[in-house]
């Protein structure tokens, strides 16, 4: 038997979830980084270096490639808790309502909007789960 309970595996899910979200931020960091450099061996070796200059646009698509792979791993993380386990929480509810709004204007526009929506549509359950706990 499993001790852990489905609103418990759904705030492991819910968490695991949003902290991954963080995994964008560092690869778009990794990305500025890796241009910074790849234009430094532009600029020092100009275009006789093919070798070294596509090495560093190389790391700069794995950051890249990394951070969007590791957060999307997140976003389906998320999806899975409020939607199959239909975990409720304040923080949930902003998380969604702040991530889906900056998300519409980025390339996960599809999530962000659906999370967004779905946070709005939803939002008397999140607030009526977050005061439950509190009366009992």
């Given at each position: 038997?499993?001790?852990?309970?489905?609103?418990?595996?759904?705030?492991?899910?819910?968490?695991?979830?949003?902290?991954?979200?963080?995994?964008?931020?560092?690869?778009?960091?990794?990305?500025?980084?890796?241009?910074?450099?790849?234009?430094?061996?532009?600029?020092?070796?100009?275009?006789?270096?093919?070798?070294?200059?596509?090495?560093?646009?190389?790391?700069?698509?794995?950051?890249?490639?990394?951070?969007?792979?590791?957060?999307?791993?997140?976003?389906?993380?998320?999806?899975?808790?409020?939607?199959?386990?239909?975990?409720?929480a304040l923080?949930?509810?902003?998380?969604?309502?702040?991530?889906?709004?900056?998300?519409?204007?980025?390339?996960?526009?599809?999530?962000?909007?659906?999370?967004?929506?779905?946070?709005?549509?939803?939002?008397?359950?999140?607030?009526?789960?977050?005061?439950?706990?509190?009366?009992?």
């Open positions: 038997m499993n001790d852990i309970s489905s609103s418990q595996r759904g705030a492991f899910i819910a968490k695991l979830g949003a902290w991954l979200q963080l995994a964008q931020i560092i690869g778009f960091v990794g990305t500025a980084i890796g241009m910074v450099r790849a234009f430094s061996v532009l600029k020092t070796e100009g275009t006789s270096g093919p070798a070294k200059l596509s090495r560093a646009i190389g790391e700069v698509l794995w950051t890249t490639f990394a951070g969007i792979s590791v957060s999307l791993v997140g976003v389906i993380l998320v999806l899975i808790a409020i939607t199959a386990y239909r975990y409720r923080w949930m509810f902003w998380f969604l309502c702040l991530y889906g709004g900056l998300m519409i204007f980025s390339y996960f526009f599809p999530f962000g909007l659906f999370f967004l929506i779905y946070a709005l549509v939803k939002m008397e359950e999140f607030l009526r789960m977050s005061i439950l706990p509190q009366q009992l």
